[in-house]
């Protein structure tokens, strides 16, 4: 039993927004398809960090939702900037139960034991918050990486975070983001919502502040699940 994480999947099965137009996205659900399937077993967890489906509302995700919920292992989803279709807890669960989409489950204010690790994280926000609404926006996503972790903190096992929003971007650094990942001991962290081969160039996939931090868009790791353990 492994634990895989890979984030920005951008479907669009079920509405007309096609990722093929864009460079290096060519054939990218075959890809991603072939390359699921030749890593991930029944028995395997994979991370999908945000940017899902470009579907509009929850009930136009059925189509991209069964996609996923067909590929090997079981699924622990997170919200990215534009899964527009998010909804509470509580309806998306309906929306899967009602589908008998049984593989996925949605990680939001809450945590998973995976194997070895505990599985935590938030969507995040963007490295320059200038304004009052984005401020109030990064204060409500620590607050929800908070609650991931404190639901864990009874855990002896490593606590691995996924984040949507990378928390460090060339000089820039989010601090807040920062200071609850020390707070916690967090080893490991993973992000996505970096596209573009300049834009993946910049990103940080090093050590910072004793956090090992490392991108998993889909264009930046060529569509293929990254293995955490």
Known sequence: MS???IADLHLSLGTDKPMDIF???DNYLSRLTDNWNKLISDNDTVIIAGDISWAMKLSDCEKDFRYIDELPGKKILL??????????VSKINRFLDENNLNSIKIL??????VDDFVICGTRGWGLDCENQEDIKILSRECGRLRLSLESARNSDKEKVVFLHYPPVYGNNICSEII????E?????CYYGHIHGSNMIRGA???EYEGIKFKLVSCDAVNFTPVLVR
């Open 108 to 113: 939001f204010n809450n945590s998973y034991e």
């Open 184 to 188: 916690y001991n967090i080893k490991r």
């Open 179 to 182: 200071d609850i990942l020390k």
């Open 204 to 206: 940080f996939n090093s």
């Open 3 to 5: 634990l895989f994480t």
């Open 79 to 88: 919200k990215g900037n534009h899964d527009y279709w998010w909804e509470t």
């Open 23 to 25: 460079k290096g996205w």
